[in-house]
């Protein structure tokens, strides 16, 4: 085995003393720096948290235009959604006004052409008796008129004042 030596009290008080100083030196560093970052701020007049905040304040400002401008065409949206509504149920109802009257008529229509059947076959049952009752009865000539005195005088009259 490898024997290590010991270690000397030198070098161990170096070690000890190195990290703090390391620390100390860091610690200078940052509060320089945070220090310059402080007075770089206040002459400048530029503020980060100021302007950070005038665009948190404008972004919830456009934030509520564009709130209200959904809210406003949403209730466009609903208006035109309801008067479509109302457009649909006035063309259903009229479809329905128009349905009952086609059905109406087609029950007249029936109706009507029931009524000429039947009156297509009375006149047909009445051509029928008629000519049975024409077959039945004997063939006669029509006998002549018989004239009345009056009218036998008054067509002599007219005969003679012509020729």
Known sequence: MVELAPRNSQTGSL????PIAIG??????????IGSIALWRSFSGNVPETDRMIA????????AQVSEALVEKTKGMEVTQQESIDQLQEVQDQLLTMRK????????AR?????????????????????????????????????????????RKRHKSRG
């Not at 070690?15 to 190195?18: D, E, N, P, R, T």
């Not at 860091?26 to 720096?33: D, H, P, Q």
């Open 15 to 18: 070690i000890g003393v190195q």
């Open 24 to 33: 100390a030196v860091a610690l200078v560093l940052v509060l320089f720096g």
């Open 56 to 63: 948190a304040r404008q972004l919830q400002a456009r934030t």
């Open 101 to 108: 009257q086609f059905a109406l008529q087609q029950a007249d």
């Open 111 to 155: 109706r009507l052409s029931d009524q000429v059947a039947a009156l297509t076959e009375q006149v047909e049952g009445l051509r029928q008796s008629l000519a049975s009752a024409q077959a039945n009865e004997p063939a006669a000539e029509p006998e002549p008129r018989k004239r009345s005195k009056a009218t036998r005088s008054a067509n």
